[in-house]
């Protein structure tokens, strides 16, 4: 998936063609535990270890995670700004000082943990559809900023969508920095199915419609893969399975002894889920 070779560092400077440099833009849950947002730490941490220069930027909110974090303290789409601008007209012109201060993480951290419906899908379908609609939308001066700092601070060679529901992005990005963008696929669609309506059915039309201008999906299994490209009416072939991986350290993979007199137990964790 990866348009340069890698190399065996990842200290390169911006501009460099010793390293890719993946803009890996992950979505904050509002103060929750979040398996996209470990998975996606994860996996940065990852890749940073076999050199890659990646970026893992959260937006929303900062991301919580159960292993030492590897994304920026700065988050962008600061969910206070996204909100306020959908809400006024007034605040999408506030100057770039102020909206900064907005965006500080311990202020993000603070407020959402005390806002109940901050992830709830049934009060936000207006803000689902202006945030699809990327440069048409509200939030357009959010986008404006995480394209120019993505162009001028970090020059990605690659960047990731942390689902579907960023797809509105995808033209500024491709048409600003001039490099591909992927998108994850990570559940959104049980988000978008609770959306009340007008909201639910024109979030699908401009899925479907954004959906196209993306250079690939990735999706973490082949039955997922099959119900995204159904879902958002696209080429199967546009999708790249990449199954989730585990980190392994502290594990070293020897096998147990079995135990003949007591039954093989398998301990599994998952969310409570309409999956």
Known sequence: ???????????????????VRLAYLAAGAGGMYCGSCIHDNTLSAALQRQGLDVALIPLYTPLRTDEDSVSLERVFYGGINVFLE??????????RGLTRVLDRPDLLRWVTSRWSSATDAR?????????????????????????TWLGREFRPDLVQLPNSMFLGMTRQLQRDLGVPVLCEVAG?????????????????????????????????????ADAMADY????????????????????????????????????????????
């Open 123 to 147: 009060d936000l379908g207006a803000l689902t559809v202006s945030v699809l609609q990327g440069e048409d939308g509200h939030q357009r001066k959010e986008l404006d900023d995480l394209v």
């Open 1 to 19: 998936l990866l348009p340069v070779p890698v190399s065996s560092t990842a200290s390169s400077p911006p501009g460099s063609s010793t390293a």
């Open 188 to 224: 959104e669609e049980i988000f978008l199915d609770q959306l009340i309506e007008p909201f639910r059915s024109q979030a699908r039309r401009i899925l479907s419609e954004r959906a196209r201008d993306v250079d690939g999906f990735v999706a973490p299994c082949h039955f997922y």
């Open 86 to 95: 959908q809400k006024s007209s007034l605040f999408r012109h506030l100057p």
């Open 232 to 275: 958002l009416q696209v080429s199967r072939d546009h999708f790249h399975v990449v199954p989730l991986g585990l980190q392994l350290q502290g594990h070293d993979g020897s096998p147990q002894p079995a135990r003949a007199e007591e039954p093989f137990r398998i301990g599994f964790l998952a969310r409570i889920c309409p999956q």
